[in-house]
């Protein structure tokens, strides 16, 4: 158990749609990170938040947003739903920056699956 | 960002062999570089970072090693045991960047009883 929670575990909705998927980092981690993983792909980086603001941005869609609140959790929002964006939605956090200790610790991810 | 390769084919190996999984970068010399190791459906788990200035770093059955000259990271599993067999992804910064990282696609290993 990495110590990070995901939730839901599993989603299946419609196209065209809008999903939040939530996750709460590591106790005292100060970064999240969001992942996405679609069947038998590599992890693509999506974003980056530290300590409450946007850190990183990977090739997000503009569908999607994320924002991390004070008590750190952070949430993913997808909206208008396509069938291409079924996949692993990952979570990740790691300790602060000034710690220089720079692994990550992932949730056990969302199954996303759009109908 | 930099680009990663990882033997995209899998790599099958006898049990209580030593396996050897490479990664090879081609831009600029990161900090760091990590190894994950990924079980289907689940999310990958940090294995050992090794920095710029270090040549080797070991872990009970795991040893990596980092040549920058090369451009290029080894990651051992000695005495290999079929609880092995997942897929293992390297994984480094951006450039000026020390906590995002960029993954390579990974090399998936079974280990053969």
């Known amino acids: 158990d990495s110590g990070v929670t995901q939730t839901p575990k599993h989603l299946i909705t419609a196209t065209g749609q809008r999903v939040t998927l939530r996750c709460s980092p590591r106790?005292?981690?100060?970064?999240v990170y969001w992942y996405q993983q679609s069947l038998d792909q590599g992890l693509q980086f999506l974003i980056q938040?530290?300590?409450?603001?946007?850190?990183a941005k990977g090739n997000i869609l503009e569908r999607f947003s994320a924002q991390q609140f004070p008590d750190l959790h952070s949430e993913l929002n997808l909206s208008s739903l396509e069938l291409g964006d079924s996949a692993l939605y990952f979570c990740?956090?790691?300790?602060?920056?000034?710690?220089?200790?720079?692994?990550?610790?992932f949730g056990p991810g969302t199954r996303l699956t759009v109908t | 960002s930099q680009k990663i390769e990882q033997n995209s084919e899998a790599l099958n190996i006898q049990e209580g062999k030593t396996a050897t999984l490479t990664c090879n970068y081609t831009?600029?010399?990161?900090?760091?570089l990590q190894w994950y190791r990924q079980d289907p459906g689940r999310g990958p788990v940090f294995l050992l970072l090794?920095?710029?200035?270090?040549k080797e770093k070991r872990k009970e059955r795991l040893k990596v090693t980092f040549d920058t000259t090369l451009k290029q990271s080894l990651f051992h599993i000695t005495a290999s045991q079929p609880a092995d067999s997942a897929t293992y992804l390297c994984?480094?910064?951006?450039?000026?960047?020390?906590?995002?990282?960029?993954f390579g696609t990974g090399t998936k290993l079974q280990v053969i009883p």
């Open positions: 990740a956090s790691s300790p602060s920056s000034t710690r220089k200790s720079y692994e990550q610790y």
């Open positions: 106790s005292g981690d100060l970064s």
């Open positions: 938040y530290y300590n409450g603001e946007e850190r």
């Open positions: 831009n600029y010399s990161p900090a760091y």
């Open positions: 090794i920095r710029e200035n270090e």
């Open positions: 994984a480094l910064p951006d450039a000026g960047g020390y906590q995002k990282v960029t």
